[in-house]
C-alpha cells in the first residue's frame, strides 16, 4: 500500500556519478541490470530517517572513498556517507578477476568449468555484500539482497575509478 513503512523504506531512483564513462559490454551489462534489481526490489533506510523515504541514491568515488548521497523522492538532502573502500579493495580485485574468467569462459569453456567458477564469483559477491552491510551498519539499513545490487554498483564504479 502507498504510505507504508515498507513502500516508504526504498530507494525508487539510483544514479552514478556523471564521470563515470562507459566501460566494457560485460561491466554496462552488470550495471544496467543491478540498477534495475535495485529499484524493482530494495530495503534502504537511512538510520534515525524514520519513514520519510522513499529515497534517491548517488553513488560516486573521490579519492578513493565511496560516497552515497542520499536525498527523498523531492530531491531534498537526507545525508551523505564516505565510506573508505580500503575493506573492499582485495574483495572487487579478486572480484574483478574472477568476474573476467568467468565471461571467458562463458564463450568457451565447458558448463561444469563455468559453474565452478561461478561459485567462487558467487562467494566473492556475497563476501563484499557482507562487508558492504557492515560498513553500512548505524548508517543505512539495507537487507543482503540491496547489499547485493550495491556491492555490484561498488565494483562498478571502482573499475572506472
Avoid at 94 to 122: K, L, N
Avoid at 148 to 159: D, I, Y
Amino acid at each position: 500500500m502507498p504510505g507504508t513503512d515498507q513502500n516508504r523504506a526504498r530507494l525508487v531512483d539510483v544514479e552514478l556519478d556523471e564521470t563515470i564513462g562507459r566501460s566494457t559490454p560485460d561491466v554496462e551489462h552488470e550495471r544496467a541490470v543491478a540498477i534495475f534489481d535495485l529499484i524493482e526490489e530494495n530495503s534502504f533506510r537511512p538510520v534515525n530517517d524514520e519513514g520519510c523515504g522513499p529515497y534517491r541514491l548517488k553513488l560516486s568515488l573521490a579519492e578513493s572513498r565511496l560516497i552515497l548521497a542520499v536525498k527523498r523522492e523531492n530531491d531534498s538532502d537526507v545525508v551523505t556517507h564516505i565510506l573508505s573502500l580500503t575493506p573492499f579493495r582485495r574483495i572487487v580485485k579478486d572480484y574483478y578477476m574472477i568476474c573476467e574468467s568467468y565471461y571467458e569462459a562463458i564463450r568457451s569453456s565447458t558448463p561444469s568449468q563455468i559453474e565452478a567458477i561461478d561459485m567462487g564469483r558467487r562467494g566473492l559477491h556475497n563476501e563484499g555484500s557482507q562487508t558492504l552491510m557492515d560498513r553500512l551498519s548505524g548508517k543505512i539499513d539495507v537487507d543482503f539482497d540491496t547489499a547485493r545490487r550495491l556491492f555490484t554498483l561498488v565494483c562498478v564504479l571502482h573499475w572506472r575509478g
